[in-house]
């Protein structure tokens, strides 16, 4: 028998995020889009808002002792500059019950839903939207400070930009007409409305990711001035694109990597004290294999999250493996997933790479944005007539190395 150890306090856990779970969330763009059709309804989600100590306890029993989830800006601040403190009791109590269960949380301050006010007013297209995100991130962070170190500003900028504003398949469903011509993927399938389609939204999407790095930055120092001890970064997702014996499919995967993952890192330079890595996607150039698929028809490669690792290595800060996981509702490969991420996650250790914590994506069965609630990303199952929550059976095979902070072969 060999075991493959991990640091000691090495951090083992699953996430969820406000919108994809809480349920009665309405002020904000991605309800505004359900209402007017263009995106499937959220309603009552899993009712994690009132279900969450149910929820944590499960975690518990999983043997989890961290937790990613995010706080939703359109309950903290419904109104411009008016900060809602009902709300942001409500998230005490929420970390609260964690620190009860022993559990390290995780808070993302935004996570892909802007409140209503800031979207109709042009949202991350705002010259000012930079100070008007970090006014939030600082107050969060100055009210929650005392019962959280680690704070990520902004989940997954590369893909909030291309879904909005190159693919057109989330809000605000603008469209670069070039699109097709390349491959861009994250949410599996395009949207079926009618998205502003034009040369435009080109430019809106550099805007928007230079707004998005500017905001993370200034957040980064407002919040350093209120709560300097702090763990800052942001989550980013990184597509490991690779390439075949090709010289052009080289460069094309050079470029990818170059645009989709190291811009933002250069925009946001000396603004981070760690990284947040989620890892879904492995996609080759020239590839000619036949892969099997995870139910979202991404290429099942685990082990690819190695690669992911080495792209951040480079930027020599640690790193959170923030969300991994995969679709699949049979639940028939995801034992096999996890345990092969993990276990590349342990190789790129040995290899030098400072990781600290693995968070499963997701703790529960939850709202998959464009894709609504048929997709299950969940350790735990979720009846949505009943609620009523079951762990998976590879949910106890997490469980197995979290609590062994080993694979045990
Ligand atoms: C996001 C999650 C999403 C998951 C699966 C990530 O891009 O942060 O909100 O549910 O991927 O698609």
Redesign the pocket.
């Known amino acids: 028998m060999s075991e493959k150890k991990f640091p000691e306090g090495f951090l083992w856990g699953a996430a969820t995020?406000s919108y994809?779970v809480e349920g009665g969330i309405e002020n904000c763009d991605w309800a505004k889009a359900a209402r007017e059709g263009r995106v499937p309804v959220c309603g009552r989600a899993c009712e994690h808002y009132t279900r969450y100590e149910e929820d944590f306890d499960m975690a518990k029993n999983l043997g989890h002792n961290a937790h990613r989830f995010s706080v939703e800006w359109a309950r903290i601040e419904p109104v411009e500059g008016q900060f809602d403190e009902g709300e942001i009791e409500h998230y005490r109590t929420v970390l609260k019950a964690l620190q009860a269960r022993g559990i390290t949380p995780f808070v993302t301050l935004w996570?892909?839903t802007l409140p209503l006010w800031f979207s109709e007013s042009g949202g991350f297209e705002r010259k000012d939207s930079p100070e008007i995100f970090a006014r939030y991130c600082a107050f969060v962070v100055s009210r929650l400070g005392d019962l959280c170190e680690n704070f990520s500003t902004i989940?997954?900028p590369s893909?909030y930009g291309s879904n909005g504003w190159l693919r057109g398949s989330w809000p605000p469903f603008k469209r670069f007409a070039l699109t097709d011509l390349v491959a861009i993927t994250?949410?599996g399938r395009s949207f079926e409305g009618k998205p502003t389609r034009g040369l435009s939204p080109l430019f809106l999407w550099r805007r928007v990711m230079k707004n998005l790095a500017k905001g993370h930055n200034r957040a980064y120092e407002e919040i350093k001035k209120v709560r300097p001890n702090t763990n800052i970064n942001f989550v980013h997702?990184v597509i490991v694109f690779d390439a075949n014996w090709n010289p052009f499919n080289k460069l094309a995967a050079w470029f990818a990597n170059w645009n989709w993952t190291h811009v933002f890192m250069k925009r946001t330079k000396g603004h981070y004290d760690s990284i947040g890595l989620?890892y879904?996607f492995y996609t080759q150039f020239g590839d000619t294999r036949q892969w099997r698929k995870t139910d979202?028809d991404w290429n099942f490669a685990p082990e690819k999250i190695y690669d992911a690792l080495m792209i951040l290595k480079r930027y020599k800060k640690p790193i959170y493996i923030s969300?991994a996981g995969l679709a699949d509702a049979a639940d028939s490969g995801r034992a096999e997933y996890i345990t092969k991420q993990v276990d590349a996650a342990w190789r790129a250790i040995q290899a030098g790479v400072d990781i600290k914590a693995h968070i499963y994506?997701?703790l529960l069965d939850?709202y998959?944005?464009a894709l609504g609630f048929e997709k299950r990303?969940g350790l735990v199952e979720v009846d949505y007539t009943t609620l009523e929550r079951k762990p998976r059976p590879s949910a106890y095979v997490y469980k197995a190395i979290c609590e062994a902070n080993a694979i045990v072969e």
């Open positions: 995020a994809q996570h892909f989940n997954e893909v994250n949410s997702h989620n879904y979202m969300e994506w997701s939850n998959e944005w990303f």
